[in-house]
């Protein structure tokens, strides 16, 4: 997705479009499948009127503007309905972490944290309620779908949109974004997973040919997508910019008709991502059903394709019926959004909950976390303008904070794009406030010999990190930005009680780590972010979310220890008009191995034999956990029972996870993660837990008999708390 650039012209109350009388049609009557009604609708409509489906009505900059776009909502793509038939307009926008571009249309949106924040919490009763909170404000503003859902795996962990996405296992990350759609869709709204797929980096994006086997796609990019639809049954699919094997994702016959539609089944439609369509009739026979956000290639080009028979009828037909029968599948027909006030208070307790649950305690050496308060009589706060707000990830994701940056003054911190914005969610305010008593000052950071001078004079300093991610680019390194690894190891040095907090979109690298007493990873917070974070600090929660994706010691120990990056004639340049021309007609491709092939994330480490920061799936808690009594019983899905028990004085939740290591035949990495459960314990108290493991994640993909396979031997499944702290291990014979 790119930046928005220009103003809508808002619709009334309803986007129904709805005319008189339609509600008598035979495809009204709810009773029917929407594949049927989907049937019947497609028997009345025209040649113009199914071609209106196929296509947005233009953006600036990249494509041309029809005049039809003065009805659009002000989102991201607007597609023109059949009001004869009772077919509503599609308003769509993008929604990863909150409804975008809120401030331009005169609205409200609510941030939630990042969706690798979300992942954070393996909690997928959540993930359904931070989906849900986004659809309610989707059709408070008028909106009938989402285009959030990313899930592409984090293969190159310096990619700008990893904040976006869920993390590094497919299993988890599919399973955490397919309930997250799952509360979107369950507003009536159409839901969308994207972006299919192995659209992994930002450079090059629409250049760049990823180079992967079939077995390693299958298992670990492609499985989340796989999952992710399973779970939420998706009425849209977003194929990606970038090449796959030497065709464009959404022309890719493999990705879109071979597996996504023939393997899945998958029911829905395939929407471009804006300016991925390249081509019409090879498009279209590869099984891309809607270009976006223009109709370059599926408007009056579909129709004089479809007139000379290089694109058939029936094949036109398979591309309206699936964007109606996700319609009446979703609701929106049935249910059309009506514009309302957004509930402020209830998304600000929801964001709130979110936070809590997705902060990461990274390191708490001598407990020094919990912060006591009523022990505090001096503390220093230091560094990411930490007095007035904290920061938020960019790009299409990006959510308007209410009165604009809060590191701008009010009325000047109009949302930019590739421009960082803070939230005016204020740690320095909400830690005062656990504090009232106490002598709470604060230093920016710009002079780390100031803000030292500072920490030496207080009891306790927390200094606030921040790394900025957004679409559109790439971090160079993971290692923090403007000096402020200098910053943390002059405060640390001067103060032997130095906490750090962390808002990144992802990992970073922490030459000052044994420094520090303690270690807390923020992620981007959102609307409600600084009294989460101060609700952590000071114990009024115990922290309990996991790692999604790994911490590693440098960016030397990654697969690719450099981001390749495009040559010039790979790229469009700033300000050029006839960018988007070409663009559409294809940017020289170059090219990008994914060598490192099964080895994604942990896998990766484990594989290479390689030390880690903080693994994936670590966090720590305010309480002790212990493992006992593992049993591990074949059958249809693998049952995997242990005890689970709170030791100490604190209740608490722990994320049990499962891994599973495959018999040396198979040719894996040492091991996957199999399942997980988030188990609330009170201080002392034990419980059985129990995971129900599918056979599918035990197994490897076979190219050759195109299918799944589980490789006969013995398994060896391990139990624990991160993905190296595992104390429980037994091993069963499958076949």
Same mark, same amino acid.
């Given at each position: 997705m790119l930046p928005l650039g220009f103003l809508f012209l808002a619709l009334p109350l309803s986007i129904s479009a709805q005319s008189p009388g339609t509600s008598n049609h035979p495809w009204m009557n709810r009773s029917l499948s929407p594949d049927q009604r989907a049937s019947l609708v497609l028997k009345e409509m025209t040649l113009d009127e199914k071609i209106s489906m196929l296509h947005g009505t233009g953006m600036k900059d990249l494509s041309p503007i029809s005049p039809l776009a003065v009805h659009s909502n002000g989102g991201a793509g607007y597609v023109v309905g059949v009001p004869r038939l009772g077919i509503p307009d599609i308003q769509m926008s993008d929604a990863a972490y909150g409804v975008r571009n809120s401030g331009e249309n005169g609205r409200y949106s609510t941030a939630l944290?990042?969706?690798?924040?979300?992942?954070?919490?393996?909690?997928?009763?959540l993930a359904e309620q931070y989906g849900a909170l986004i659809g309610r404000e989707l059709r408070a503003q008028g909106y009938n779908m989402s285009l959030g859902g990313g899930v592409n795996l984090t293969r190159e962990p310096r990619n700008g949109r990893t904040f976006e996405y869920m993390g590094e296992d497919p299993i988890l990350a599919g399973t955490m974004v397919g309930h997250r759609i799952k509360g979107?869709? !369950?507003?009536? *709204?159409?839901?969308?997973?994207?972006?299919?797929?192995?659209? +992994?980096?930002?450079?090059?994006?629409?250049?760049?040919?990823?180079?992967?086997?079939?077995?390693?796609?299958?298992?670990?990019?492609?499985? &989340?997508?796989?999952?992710?639809?399973?779970?939420? +049954?998706?009425? &849209?699919?977003?194929?990606?910019?970038?090449?796959?094997? !030497?065709?464009?994702?959404?022309?890719?016959?493999?990705?879109?008709?071979?597996?996504? %539609?023939?393997?899945?089944?998958?029911?829905?439609?395939?929407?471009?991502?804006?300016? &991925?369509?390249?081509?019409?009739?090879?498009?279209?026979? &590869?099984?891309?059903?809607?270009?976006?956000?223009?109709e370059i290639f599926y408007g009056p080009a579909m129709k004089k394709a479809v007139q000379s028979g290089q694109v058939s009828m029936a094949e036109l037909d398979d591309h309206v019926r699936r964007i109606l029968r996700s319609m009446f599948a979703s609701g929106v027909v049935d249910d059309p959004p009506q514009k309302s006030v957004v509930d402020v208070v209830g998304g600000f307790e929801v964001a709130q909950r979110a936070a809590e649950q997705s902060i990461v305690l990274l390191k708490n050496e001598g407990a020094q976390l919990p912060l006591n308060a009523s022990a505090i009589r001096s503390l220093a706060v230091i560094g990411a303008h930490s007095d007035v707000g904290m920061i938020s990830g960019g790009g299409s994701a990006q959510v308007d904070p209410p009165v604009g940056n809060a590191i701008l003054p009010p009325g000047k911190g109009q949302t930019r794009w590739l421009e960082p914005m803070w939230f005016p969610s204020s740690p320095l305010k909400a830690i005062r406030a656990k504090?009232?008593?106490?002598? *709470?000052?604060?230093?920016p950071g710009s002079d780390p010999s100031s803000a030292a001078s500072l920490a030496k004079n207080a009891e306790v300093a927390i200094v606030f990190a921040y790394q900025w991610e957004s679409e559109d680019m790439d971090l160079d =390194?993971?290692?923090? @930005?403007?000096?402020?690894?200098?910053?943390?190891?002059?405060?640390?040095?001067?103060? #032997?009680?130095?906490?750090?907090?962390?808002?990144?979109?992802?990992?970073?690298?922490? @030459?000052?780590?044994?420094?520090v007493n303690a270690i807390v990873e923020a992620w981007y917070a959102g609307s409600k972010g600084a009294d989460a974070v101060a609700n952590v600090l000071f114990g009024e929660l115990n922290p309990s979310a996991k790692l999604p994706i790994t911490f590693p010691l440098s960016d030397a120990d990654l697969p690719h220890p450099t981001i390749v990056k495009p040559p010039v004639k790979s790229t469009t340049q700033s300000?050029?008009?006839?960018?988007? %021309?070409?663009?559409?007609?294809?940017?020289?491709?170059?090219?990008? =191995?994914?060598?490192? !092939?099964?080895?994604?994330?942990?896998?990766?480490y484990d594989a290479e034999k390689k030390p880690v920061l903080f693994p994936f799936g670590h966090g720590l808690s305010y309480t002790t956990y212990?493992?006992?009594?593992?049993?591990?019983? @074949?059958?249809?899905?693998?049952?995997?029972?242990?005890?689970?028990?709170?030791? !100490?004085?604190?209740?608490?939740?722990?994320?049990?996870?499962?891994?599973?290591?495959?018999?040396?035949?198979?040719? /894996? #990495? @040492?091991?996957?993660?199999?399942?997980?459960?988030?188990?609330?314990? %009170?201080?002392? /108290? =034990?419980?059985? *837990?129990?995971?129900e493991i599918d056979r599918q994640y035990l197994s490897v993909y076979d190219p050759g008999a195109h299918g799944w396979k589980l490789v006969p031997g013995e398994y060896s499944f391990q139990v624990g708390g991160s993905s190296q702290d595992l104390p429980l291990k037994q091993s069963i014979t499958l076949k």
């Open positions: 944290p990042s969706n690798l924040a979300g992942a954070a919490t393996w909690d997928v009763d979107e869709q !369950g507003q009536h *709204v159409i839901g969308d997973i994207k972006h299919y797929a192995l659209n +992994d980096q930002e450079s090059g994006r629409n250049a760049v040919n990823v180079n992967v086997d079939e077995r390693a796609m299958r298992e670990t990019d492609l499985l &989340a997508f796989e999952i992710g639809l399973r779970e939420s +049954d998706a009425a &849209a699919v977003m194929c990606s910019y970038n090449r796959v094997n !030497g065709d464009y994702a959404c022309e890719n016959k493999h990705l879109l008709a071979d597996v996504l %539609k023939k393997d899945w089944n998958f029911a829905g439609f395939v929407v471009s991502d804006w300016q &991925a369509t390249h081509s019409t009739a090879k498009a279209s026979a &590869a099984g891309l059903d809607h270009e976006e956000p223009g504090l009232p008593r106490a002598n *709470v000052q604060y230093d =390194s993971l290692a923090l @930005p403007a000096h402020q690894d200098e910053l943390i190891a002059k405060v640390a040095a001067a103060n #032997p009680h130095t906490i750090v907090v962390v808002e990144s979109g992802g990992a970073v690298t922490m @030459p000052w780590v044994r420094q300000g050029d008009p006839d960018a988007w %021309k070409k663009i559409a007609a294809g940017l020289p491709l170059f090219q990008i =191995s994914y060598d490192e !092939g099964l080895k994604v994330g942990y896998k990766w212990s493992y006992s009594n593992l049993k591990v019983e @074949p059958g249809k899905t693998i049952r995997a029972s242990f005890t689970l028990q709170n030791t !100490g004085t604190r209740d608490g939740a722990e994320v049990a996870e499962v891994y599973t290591s495959l018999p040396a035949a198979a040719e /894996e #990495p @040492p091991k996957r993660l199999a399942g997980w459960s988030k188990v609330k314990l %009170k201080a002392g /108290e =034990s419980r059985e *837990v129990v995971v």
